[in-house]
């Protein structure tokens, strides 16, 4: 079955269209309470970082930090898994860019106008306007640093999404029934041969975040892909026990799936 991203803007009506529409086609709602059980199950400390992190742009320090970067790997290897599972609506997090070439991924950005989102913040957090729209507009901030940080890509670009709502003029109602058929249409586009793709990312992006979040390793270029029925592991290390043990790390995640080692010593 097909899966849905939502890139939203703040106050744009997500998790109101999101929830509505899960209920009506019987899919599963991603939004940050679910990502933060799931990053919470990984550790104490990982579910910290979520609160710390998620959604934020980057410093230039967190950006080559290797807890950060494992702090978007485990965010991105959660999101593959949604998709690999399907019938999901996932929310925010750059899903729109990192499911981006999957053909039965819908990907669907929400926006409003100011004003209006201005209004319902003052509304629903009982904050005067000036608070209001810093709320508003700092949060929008927030969530186009980390998707420029991540995937080098403008939040805003329209074409980076298939369809585009303005939630101040359209209806919840007309907008969920809009997409309820969209989704059937990506039905269609599901194959045995994309699933095992995402698979293979997902599985790629465990091997990041667990390899970036030990303590004991230290391999900041590592890079790990998913191509061709293989996992390829890319990057420099600085012995051979460093070596070893990505690689020991590498096949135990990846079960049935080849890895392909082409780490190499640093000279």
Partial sequence: MAVLTISREFRSGSQEIGKMLADKVGYTYI??????????????????????????????????????????SLIESYIFDYAWRDRAIIVGRGGAHLLCDIPFV????????????????MREDQVDKETAKWMVQTVDRRRAGYVQANYGVDWNDQRCYDMIFNTGVQSHELITDILASALKDRDRKVTPEWKEVILGRKIAAKIRASAFLDPKLNVPTLQVEYAKGSLILK?????????????????????????????????
């Fill in 31 to 72: 939004g940050k309470e679910r990502i933060l059980s799931d990053m919470q199950r990984a550790g104490e400390r990982c579910g910290q970082l979520l609160t710390d992190l998620d959604e934020a742009a980057p410093s230039l320090w967190e950006r080559f930090d290797n807890e950060y970067r494992g702090f978007v």
């Fill in 106 to 121: 819908l990907r669907v950005r929400l926006s409003a106008p100011l004003e209006y989102r201005i209004d319902r913040t």
């Fill in 235 to 267: 990057g420099t290390v600085h012995s051979r026990s460093e070596y070893d043990k990505v690689e020991k790390l590498a096949k135990k995640l990846a079960k049935s799936i080849p890895v392909c080692n082409n780490l190499h010593f640093r000279k």
